[in-house]
T-cell receptor, first 111, second 115 residues
Framework: GESVGLHLPTLSVQEGDNSIINCAYSNSASDYFIWYKQESGKGPQFIIDIRSNMDKRQGQRVTVLLNKTVKHLSLQIAATQPGDSAVYFCATQAGYSTLTFGKGTMLLVSP | NAGVTQTPKFRILKIGQSMTLQCTQDMNHNYMYWYRQDPGMGLKLIYYSVGAGITDKGEVPNGYNVSRSTTEDFPLRLELAAPSQTSVYFC??????????????FGPGTRLLVL
């Protein structure tokens, strides 16, 4: 079955630094990828998504990179702020299947 | 729009008790989902629905039941609560995109403790 894994369970950065959160997936049929942010005590919040026909997509202070060759996804956050501290999940989907979520990476931003 | 709302926010159950977790969305989304999230873990799909009257099992359906009589509501039923069902439960909804269920929007969660 598909597995979605994260390279680092916790990432600590200084305010103002750029953060990179990585995600590996195993299903080569995955064609839709999403990043969610989950703050303590809240539900996951959509950040950005990308489809398999793209390798890069930018939002406000966030960029998602997709490397289908090595089945790797990353989320880049520019000028990280204390409010960015949260758990970040990647999720993948293959066709009309349901989403498969990774375990999450905790991002800690120090002032 | 309120988005996805869930009630209750927190509940303590005794082993063997039953309860219904409520979920409502006002975005006219066809797809709705129930997940559970255990500490330090990702989300595991319990049940989902692609429209009123249609439900299907996810990864961990045992011990749960769902119904979908309207587009807006998707309640999750626990019949005989067990300590293994202690978790945080999230409801989500989505509008089908180009492929599959599209971006999912989540409710605030229900924390359930079974003692």
């Amino acid at each position: 079955g598909e597995s979605v894994g994260l390279h680092l369970p916790t990432l600590s950065v200084q305010e103002g630094d750029n953060s990179i959160i990585n995600c590996a997936y195993s299903n080569s049929a995955s064609d839709y990828f999403i990043w969610y942010k989950q703050e303590s005590g809240k539900g996951p919040q959509f950040i950005i998504d990308i489809r398999s026909n793209m390798d890069k997509r930018q939002g406000q202070r966030v960029t998602v990179l997709l490397n289908k060759t090595v089945k790797h996804l990353s989320l880049q956050i520019a000028a990280t702020q204390p409010g960015d501290s949260a758990v970040y999940f990647c999720a993948t989907q293959a066709g009309y299947s349901t989403l498969t979520f990774g375990k999450g990476t905790m991002l800690l931003v120090s002032p | 729009n309120a988005g996805v709302t869930q009630t209750p926010k927190f509940r303590i159950l005794k082993i063997g008790q039953s309860m219904t977790l409520q979920c409502t969305q006002d975005m006219n989304h066809n797809y709705m989902y129930w997940y559970r999230q255990d500490p330090g873990m990702g989300l595991k799909l319990i049940y989902y629905s692609v429209g009123a009257g249609i439900t299907d099992k996810g990864e961990v359906p045992n011990g749960y039941n769902v119904s979908r009589s309207t587009t807006e509501d998707f309640p999750l039923r626990l019949e005989l609560a067990a300590p293994s069902q202690t978790s945080v439960y999230f409801c989500a909804s989505s509008y089908p995109g180009l492929a599959g269920g599209g971006t999912q929007y989540f409710g605030p969660g229900t924390r359930l403790l079974v003692l």
